[in-house]
């Protein structure tokens, strides 16, 4: 057959354990997890990380919303009772001016 090694083992010795052997024929060893089901599970992991990380900034900005929120409001108040106080103001000098 021109020299090729059909039957013959390589240079280098039989495959140690006969793990390639088993895995070349489907054979598992006892309490294995196929390949799937591990990227499977690695997945679903990575994406509950995902998750869990896209929740924890939904609060925080959330919570960032709702103190710009107050702060507006307090602002707001600051800004009606200077309004207020103005026109009490005005007020005043209209009624001196007509004396």
């Known amino acids: 057959m021109n020299g090729a ?3 013959r083992l390589p240079p280098h010795g ?4 006969g793990a390639i052997v088993a895995v ?3 054979i598992r060893p006892a309490g294995s ?3 799937k089901h591990t990227l499977a ?3 679903a992991v990575l994406l509950a990380g995902c998750g869990v990380e896209t929740a924890s900034t939904a609060a925080t900005a959330g919570a960032l919303k709702k103190q710009e929120i107050e702060q507006g409001r307090k602002t707001m108040d600051q800004m009606q009772g200077r309004i207020a106080g103005s026109m009490d103001q005005a007020q005043e000098r209209l009624k001196r001016a007509d004396r």
């Open 24 to 26: 070349c024929a489907g």
């Open 5 to 7: 090694t059909v039957g």
């Open 33 to 35: 997890v196929p390949m």
């Open 41 to 43: 599970l690695l997945a």
């Open 14 to 17: 039989p495959p140690r354990g």
